[in-house]
């Protein structure tokens, strides 16, 4: 954990479950995407309406960078099917996004710090 990183974030223990709860469906709130709507728009939504939390914040903020840059790795796996690559790149990039939102709700819900492996830093 950086220290820049230990400033924002309030430690566990000092997490209020509701604060937790938020975190988490920041996370599980891509999944909007199997209704049709883009991966983006659910964690948006809840880190707009609840960033006054700090916690909320952090986690929100990581879930859209994590959700823009899947979006990027999924996008180019498409154009990459042209050359064939992309057949077997689009799965994988699709079953980690998937995993990684999992692990990130359950470790949000714990009070844990976490960041997503993979993740382009758009938004700070």
């Known amino acids: 954990m950086t ?8 430690p566990v223990s ?9 975190a988490a469906l920041s996370h599980l709130s ?6 049709g709507v883009p991966a983006l ?13 700090a916690y909320v914040d952090q986690q929100g ?23 064939l690559v992309g057949l077997v790149l689009l799965p994988i990039v699709f079953v980690t996004w998937f995993i990684l939102v999992i692990v990130a709700a359950v470790k ?11 993740t382009i830093r ?3």
């Open 108 to 118: 949000a819900s714990a009070g844990e710090d976490y960041q997503y492996p993979f």
């Open 3 to 10: 220290t820049t990183q230990s400033t924002m974030v309030p």
């Open 61 to 83: 903020k990581e879930a859209l960078n994590f959700n823009i840059s899947f979006l990027i790795y999924g996008i180019v796996s498409a154009f990459l099917i042209l050359i």
């Open 30 to 35: 891509a999944f909007v995407m199997f209704l």
């Open 14 to 22: 000092s997490v209020a479950g509701n604060a937790k709860g938020w």
């Open 41 to 53: 728009i659910g964690p948006f939504a809840v880190w707009l309406w609840k960033r006054d939390d």
């Open 122 to 124: 758009f938004i700070s």
